[in-house]
């Protein structure tokens, strides 16, 4: 840091008016007596929640709002996850916890036998359903979670695929990069097409 | 998802008919009792000794009810200015929210840390809250009323008519600091103890340019007495507000300082001092200064409705209902009076939704640095014009009025610091 690196800054003078300071109070009196007076403004903007809520509005966007976690189901009704780990280790706040085991499928290694969330841990910072190869955790537009203990809100696999059931109209799945985005009906590309040469 | 026997007496609270039928109900009930019991009080009415204990007794209940509105007031102005709703789930408006309070403070634990001074930690709310309902004497609400069925004995609406009115009102706002003091100081509590000596510094600095400002008015008036000042300005048409603007200003920031308000609320505001005074207070006690803050609140608007605006005087430049001293016309006066005080009131809500916190270093010298010599500039002036003898005029004082204003704008235009200093004004941190 040099000498002349440094910006000397004064703060701005006041003209003799400003520094009376009553015509700046009655500026702002006219701004918020305006807010005061503007019923049509208050509302459009206020939400009379539960009655009003943003689904209803249909100002809430469905496709990117993060609210709780589901585990998707394939086409085959089997569990979308292949235990990877992957998720888990994304987790800034670690809140999810797996237990892997051997998959009774051909096409999997792997699947979970257990798939806890926290909820009340959870940030929902959506990194675990980036980080997800399958697509199979996914984040719901439902955000009204209530519950009465600490342990009702860690959701095991079973609440997390009852979810998915409860939303997977609201929310249709995404069709993961292994299974050609769709294209082979839900299983992974190495199972519908063993035979193709691939690059990744 | 919610219970729908829960949902339906939410609804039942909100609907308009319980709170406006419930409440009409009331009132009609009110109004039938007193009709029934009119022969037994008659004579009490216009007994000069005990129609204004009736007054006092009307009144305390009036201004404690609308000091627990003014809780309700405060949020839903507060939400008004900030584009949403105040409170609307308790009641229709939020009107049962005051109910909903206060039943919350009286169930809530109330705690009494051990290390605090126990006299003084009890005695710092009822203090501060009892003190500030007593200015409340001496306020005329209505002038006064000739009774029909006994004609030529005047009542007055004033509880007590105090020959020095103006500085029992002023005595009695001194007192209120003690409140605070107390508080802070028996909370036992660094943070605390600076909240209440900031707060008390405040508010003794700030009773200066009311002094000064009220002393101008005086010298105008001629009287202290606070129902003759109100009768001279509604005989003559001419509030003091229009004849001396300045002293009311004065009078009007100094009321802003001494009920610990924004911009001048840095004794209690949360992101300073936690909660200041008020830390260790819980439950009732908290409640108590905040009810003694809105009664310190409706004090000073009353006070300044009676010495500015013409107290119960309809219009400004009419003498319309001066001499009128009906029963009807009594009550109209009440209404017009609580009209303004309520205007006031909304004025102050308004003001802490608009302006920032001054820091403690800024308000002080706003004071001691701007307020305190345009009082006595103002008050020199008012002394010369009453020497002159035009005191009486509103023209004269209007013109002084005008001419102290010049002279502050040349002063200000002078130098080129803000009158509330400079953050380099400050002494610098200690290496």
Not at chain 1, 122 to 128: A, F, S, V
Not at chain 2, 353 to 369: A, E, H, K, S, Y
């Given at each position: 840091m040099r000498d002349e690196d440094v910006i000397e800054i004064s703060e701005p003078e006041l003209t003799a008016a400003e520094r009376l300071y009553l015509p700046q109070i009655f500026d702002g009196l006219k701004t918020t007596v305006r807010h005061m007076f503007d019923l049509k403004r208050r509302k459009e903007i206020v939400h009379q929640y539960p009655e009003d809520t943003r689904q209803g509005r249909g100002t809430l966007r469905v496709s990117n709002y993060r609210g709780v976690h589901r585990l998707n189901k394939d086409p085959d009704g089997r569990v979308a996850c292949v235990a990877c780990f992957m998720c888990s280790t994304a987790c800034p706040v670690h809140c999810i916890h797996i237990e892997a085991g051997e998959s009774p499928w051909p096409d999997r290694e792997k699947y979970p036998v257990?798939?806890?969330?926290?909820?009340?841990?959870?940030?929902?910072?959506?990194?675990?359903?980036e980080a997800c190869p399958c697509d199979a955790i996914e984040l719901t537009p439902h955000y009204e979670l209530v519950g009465r203990t600490r342990e009702e809100m860690i959701f095991d696999k079973e609440k997390l695929l009852q979810i998915y059931e409860e939303t997977k109209h609201i929310k249709p799945r995404k069709n993961p990069p292994i299974t050609d985005y769709g294209l082979t009906g839900g299983q992974s590309r190495d199972v519908a097409q063993p035979n193709v040469e691939r690059k990744v | 998802m919610i219970d729908p026997t829960v949902r339906r007496i939410e609804n039942l609270l909100r609907s308009p008919l319980l709170i406006f039928g419930g409440g009409g109900l009331l009132t009609a009930l009110a109004f039938v009792v007193l009709w029934l019991l009119f022969p037994f009080y008659r004579d009490l009415l216009s007994h000069p000794f005990w129609f204004p204990v009736i007054v006092m007794a009307v009144m305390l209940t009036l201004i404690l009810t609308s000091t627990a509105v003014c809780i309700l007031f405060e949020r839903k102005i507060a939400g008004f200015t900030q584009d949403r709703f105040g409170p609307n789930r308790v009641g229709f408006w939020g009107l049962l929210q005051p109910l909903a309070d206060g039943l919350k403070f009286l169930l809530k634990e109330d705690i009494t840390p051990r290390h605090v001074d126990r006299p003084l930690f009890l005695l710092a709310p009822a203090l501060a809250l009892g003190v500030s309902l007593l200015g409340f004497a001496i306020i005329p609400w209505a002038g006064e009323v000739e009774w029909p069925w006994a004609p030529g004995v005047r009542v007055s609406t004033q509880v007590f008519s105090l020959n020095i009115g103006i500085l029992y009102l002023l005595s009695v706002g001194a007192v209120g600091v003690y409140g605070i003091v107390l508080a802070g100081y028996a909370s036992n509590n660094k943070y605390s103890f600076f909240g209440g000596m900031r707060a008390a510094a405040q508010m003794i600095s700030y009773e200066l340019p009311l002094g000064l400002a009220l002393l101008c008015l005086l010298l105008t008036t001629g009287t202290l007495r606070l129902e003759e000042i109100v009768e001279q300005q509604a005989r003559s048409g001419i509030w003091y507000v229009f004849m001396q603007p300045l002293p009311f200003l004065l009078v009007l920031v100094s009321s802003f300082a001494e009920a610990n308000r924004t911009p001048f609320d840095l004794a209690e505001a949360e992101q300073e001092l936690v909660g200041g005074f008020h830390t260790e207070y819980s439950s009732m006690k908290f409640a108590m200064f905040f009810l003694g803050e809105y009664a310190h609140l409706v004090t000073g608007s009353a006070f300044m409705v009676a010495l500015f605006f013409g107290g119960w005087a309809p219009l400004p430049f009419t003498s319309w209902l001066a001499d009128n001293v009906a029963w009807w016309a009594m009550l109209l006066k009440l209404g017009i009076y609580l009209g303004k005080v309520a205007l006031f009131i909304w004025f102050f809500m308004l003001i802490r939704?608009?302006?920032?916190?001054?820091?403690?270093?800024?308000?002080?010298?706003?004071?001691?640095?701007s307020l305190v010599p345009v009082g006595i500039g103002l008050l020199i002036g008012v002394a010369l014009l009453v020497a002159l003898g035009w005191h009486r005029h509103w023209w004269a004082n209007l013109g002084l009025n005008l001419l102290v204003l010049l002279i502050m704008l040349w002063y200000a235009g002078r130098s080129k610091t803000p009158v509330t200093g400079r953050q380099s004004d400050l002494p610098p941190v200690p290496a």
């Open positions: 257990k798939f806890e969330i926290d909820e009340l841990r959870c940030i929902y910072c959506g990194m675990c359903e | 939704w608009t302006i920032p916190r001054f820091r403690f270093d800024q308000l002080m010298r706003l004071c001691w640095l």
